[in-house]
Structure formats: structure tokens, C-alpha cells
């Protein structure tokens, strides 16, 4: 129970809708003083402390002071339903002692603040007058969203806090805006970006850094195929090469024509694999859906072969985008050429010949003629559609009716193919549906549900699915079970072992 006293003054700010300034004492009203670190801005016009705020504290003060807290903020609280804010409320729940380490934390403001100074030389903040949240008003609302409506123990959740108290209280209207601006304005981070720092796309990122493309003639050396990992790491590794002069050498080894990025290798693995509807989703979600897919499948062996097929893929893709610009063709080039090589890579039976196409840096002239004649069939079929053209090709169903069309291939075509196909399939999920279709058969007419399955083996699955029956499980072969987009790799994988350890337990029984 807090008790606030009103006075007349008060009671008329209230009435005419003055804005009332936020006090908080912490020493009488928040069971004691903050310890903080200070720093001083030199030309004395503000200073700055850096705190660390026990949750529930935080959760008490947004309790009693509400949205009042935020006039300076950019936004209100956007409730636990984004992105953003649902993963803030996941952390809370699952792993409140990381919450300190995954969250930026707090910019606020003030115009005042008492201080004590302990005997250690450590000084703390007892009390501060006109706290405003600028930035970090989604974390401190989702804090006491978690408590008060989630019931989630916050009790060992700490929320880094930075304070800016101003000297000049006329500088306000002129500072905390910027400041506000500032701290809501960042470079934003895209998800391609956060997906990109695994072992699979550093050791793509070094191989590009070392290996060399054949030279085509005499006077030729060779260059980089340039696999730019961290966004804008080309233009920074050109920089730091000092004068004018070595950043040309640099540029001729590492020339801007032949740079990819971690959104453009998705773009041409998917067509490879026969998903052009996917990558006509845009580049961020074509990337992000091929991140899942390595998450699922197990990320492929990362060497000088997979380098040079992958570079191979590009030169086909961007050939391709050369040559629809030459045919009298108008719009939609991303959408037909994604189409186009799906159809030409599954046409050939994946023996699209990558490495002729790696040592030579180029496409052969016959493959070229195939390009502009399924750019043009892939160009009819999307624009044939009544509604919206970028729409109709994100579909499946576009892509179902269109890989099977019959298009006249040139007798020459298939001297340009290979032996074999340029597919591989990751060991490790091999291994997994190898031993799925080896255990699934001693369980067809297993009549128990998941839960008793469970029980037996002393292992878990997903909760939702402990009603379900074994057999209608068994029944089904890896590629039914998985399924295009199916369940998450790791989640099949459970079951499979589940199924595995029940097994064994059955043998040894």
C-alpha cells in the first residue's frame, strides 16, 4: 500500500491537465537506494549514470506511474503480440537470468537527482525528479506485463539503466527529443543479418577470401568471388587497405562484380533446389526460410567444392539475368529468371554442369539459348494470372503448374550437362531418416499413444502430441513424416530417438 498525499495545487494540475513530474525516492518508498556509476560530460551540461535496476522494482514504478512514464518515448507499450515483444515475454519465462545479457536495457532522463556517497567512494541514487523512459519502454511494460498478467517470477531479472540528468533545466525541451531520436534510430539489424555469424556462412565468408578463380586467358590472374557475410564488410575491407592505390589493386582481386551476399546465396540455392516461389518472397524472407531449411536439415559440408559450386550457381543466375534483359520482355525479371532456372536446373536433372561452368566463369552457348526460351514460357505463365503477378509467383501452386510445362529443349543441350547431378544431402539427416524407416516398421500396429511411448522409454516429445497413436506415426515414411517445410528438424530428430530407445527397450525385453 502506497499512500500519496493531495494538496489544492495538486488538485488543479490534475483538473486543468497540467503535466505532473514523476518523483521517485527510492529510499523511502523503494526499499533503498541504487548504486550507479557516474560520469560527467565535460562542458558540465549534463551528467550520466549507469545503473542496474532489479526488475521488479522497474515493474513497480511502471505499476504506479503507467503510460505517464513514456511521454518521451516514441511509442506506448505494443502489448506481447509482435515479434519483438513475444520474445522479450519467451526470455521472462524460460531464461530470466539472461534477460540482463540479451537486453539493451533502459535510456532515461531526468532533471534532478540526490545522491549518496558510501564510504567505498561508491555513489548511489536515492531520489530523482522528472524520470522519463526515451528508449526501453517495450521492456519495462513487457516486465510488468509478465508479472502482473503472466504470474512469471522476475525476481532474479536486473535491467541495465542509463540516465542522463541535464544541468540547464531550459535545455530540456531542446535535448530529450534529441536524445529520444537518437537512442530510437539505430541502424536497424535484419534478420539476415542476425542469422549470418553460424560456423557454415565464416567458413563460406574464408573460403572466398582465399581461393582464386582459373585464369580464362594469358593475361588473366584470377579474383575472388567476394561472400560479404556482415553486411558492408566489402566496402570496410576495401577502406582498410590505406592509399588510393592499394584499395585498386584490392578492388581488381576482389572486383565489386563479383560479390554476394548471404541474401543473394539463398536466392541461388532455392532455385537450385526447385523453390523459386520462395525467393520471389523477397530477399529477407528468402533467406530467413533458407536458414530455417539449415537448421532443419543440418548445414552442409563447407568446402572447396561447395565454394565453387555455389559461385558456379551465381554466374548462372546473373547470366540469366543478363539475358532476359535482352528479350523484349517488360517487368517482373526477378519473378521469371527464379522460374526459369528452377525449371532449367530440374529439367537436367540437377546436371547443370557446375564445374565446366567454375572453370570456364561463364555459361555455354547452348545453355544461354535455353535461358531466353524458358524466360520466355516462365514470363507467359506468370502474367497470364488475373490477379497480382508478384503475389501469384510467391504461391506453390504457381510453381506446380509450371515445372511440368513442355518446353522444346535443343538436341545440343544435354552435351552441356554432366554425369551426375550437383545434389548433396547433409550426413547427419541422412543418418536420421536412415533410422527412421529402420524403426518405424516395429511399431505399424502399435495401437499405445505417444504419452505411454514416453512412459516406456523414460524420454519426451512434444507435449500437444501425447494423445496421439503410435501407428499413425509409424505409418508414415521419412519424407511424409518431415514434409516439405514440415516440422522443425530438431523436433523430428526427438522423435525419431524416441522411437529408437523404445525400440531397444522392446529387443532387449
Known amino acids: 500500500m502506497r499512500y500519496v498525499l493531495w494538496d489544492l495545487e495538486k488538485l488543479s494540475r490534475l483538473h486543468v491537465g497540467h503535466r505532473e513530474v514523476i518523483e521517485l525516492d527510492f529510499v523511502n518508498n523503494y526499499d533503498g537506494s541504487i548504486p550507479c556509476l557516474q560520469m560527467a560530460d565535460g562542458t558540465g551540461e549534463y551528467r550520466t549514470f549507469l545503473a542496474f535496476f532489479p526488475a521488479p522494482l522497474l515493474a513497480r514504478i511502471y505499476g504506479e506511474h503507467g503510460q505517464r512514464l513514456l ?8 502489448q506481447a503480440k509482435g515479434k519483438i515483444n513475444k520474445g522479450l515475454q519467451q526470455t521472462l519465462r524460460e531464461e530470466p537470468h539472461r534477460f540482463l545479457a540479451y537486453n539493451n536495457g533502459l535510456c532515461c532522463t531526468a532533471a534532478e537527482v540526490a545522491l549518496q556517497s558510501g564510504k567505498d567512494g561508491q555513489v548511489r541514487l536515492e531520489r530523482v525528479s522528472d524520470f522519463q523512459i526515451v528508449n526501453g519502454g517495450q521492456t519495462t511494460a513487457s516486465i510488468f506485463h509478465a508479472l502482473k498478467k503472466e504470474k512469471v517470477d522476475i525476481s532474479q531479472v536486473v535491467v541495465q539503466v542509463k540516465l542522463t540528468v541535464l544541468s540547464d533545466p531550459q535545455t530540456v525541451t531542446e535535448i530529450v527529443p534529441l536524445i529520444s531520436k537518437y537512442a530510437n534510430s539505430q541502424n536497424k539489424v535484419n534478420g539476415a543479418d542476425l542469422s549470418a555469424s553460424g560456423k557454415f556462412h565464416r567458413q563460406l565468408e574464408n573460403l ?4 582464386w578463380t582459373p585464369p580464362i586467358s594469358g593475361m588473366d590472374r584470377g579474383t575472388h568471388w567476394y561472400y560479404e557475410r556482415a553486411r558492408g564488410s566489402y566496402l570496410d575491407d576495401k577502406a582498410r587497405q590505406g592509399t588510393p592505390k592499394r584499395q585498386q589493386d584490392w578492388a581488381e582481386s576482389n572486383p565489386p562484380e563479383r560479390k554476394f551476399t548471404k541474401t543473394d546465396l539463398a536466392k541461388y540455392d532455392h532455385v537450385w533446389l526447385g523453390l523459386p516461389n520462395i525467393v520471389c518472397r523477397g530477399a529477407e524472407k528468402c533467406f530467413l ?4 531449411r539449415l537448421e532443419d536439415d543440418g548445414e552442409p559440408t563447407v568446402d572447396l567444392n561447395y565454394f565453387k559450386y555455389t559461385v558456379a550457381k551465381a554466374i548462372l543466375f546473373r547470366t540469366a539475368e543478363k539475358l532476359f534483359s535482352t528479350l523484349a520482355l517488360d517487368g517482373y525479371r526477378a519473378n521469371t529468371v527464379a522460374y526459369a532456372i528452377a525449371w532449367l536446373a530440374q529439367r537436367s536433372q540437377h546436371r547443370l554442369d557446375l564445374v565446366r561452368i ?5 555459361i555455354q552457348p547452348v545453355t544461354q539459348e535455353m535461358i531466353k526460351a524458358v524466360c520466355q514460357s516462365a514470363y507467359l505463365h506468370l502474367t497470364q494470372t488475373s490477379g497480382n503477378v508478384g503475389e501469384w509467383s510467391k504461391k506453390a501452386e504457381c510453381w506446380e503448374g509450371f515445372k511440368g510445362c513442355d518446353i522444346a529443349i535443343a538436341s545440343a543441350w544435354e552435351s552441356e550437362w554432366a554425369d551426375s547431378p550437383f545434389l548433396t544431402s547433409p550426413t547427419e539427416l541422412d543418418t536420421v ?4 524407416e529402420r524403426v518405424r516398421i516395429k511399431f505399424i500396429d502399435d495401437p499405445r499413444t505417444l504419452g505411454e511411448l514416453e512412459a516406456l522409454a523414460g524420454r519426451e516429445w512434444l507435449a500437444r502430441h501425447r494423445g496421439d497413436e503410435v501407428r499413425s506415426y509409424a505409418m508414415r515414411s521419412w519424407a511424409d513424416l518431415k514434409g516439405p517445410g514440415g516440422r ?14 523404445a525400440a531397444l ?4 525385453a
Open 289 to 292: 526460410a533458407f536458414a530455417e
Open 488 to 501: 522443425r528438424y530438431k523436433n523430428v530428430r526427438a522423435l525419431v530417438e524416441l522411437f529408437s530407445a
Open 433 to 436: 531418416a536412415q533410422d527412421w
Open 208 to 211: 572466398s577470401r582465399t581461393v
Open 358 to 362: 567454375w572453370d570456364q566463369q561463364r
Open 71 to 78: 511521454e518521451r518515448n516514441v511509442r506506448a507499450f505494443l
Open 505 to 508: 527397450l522392446h529387443t532387449n
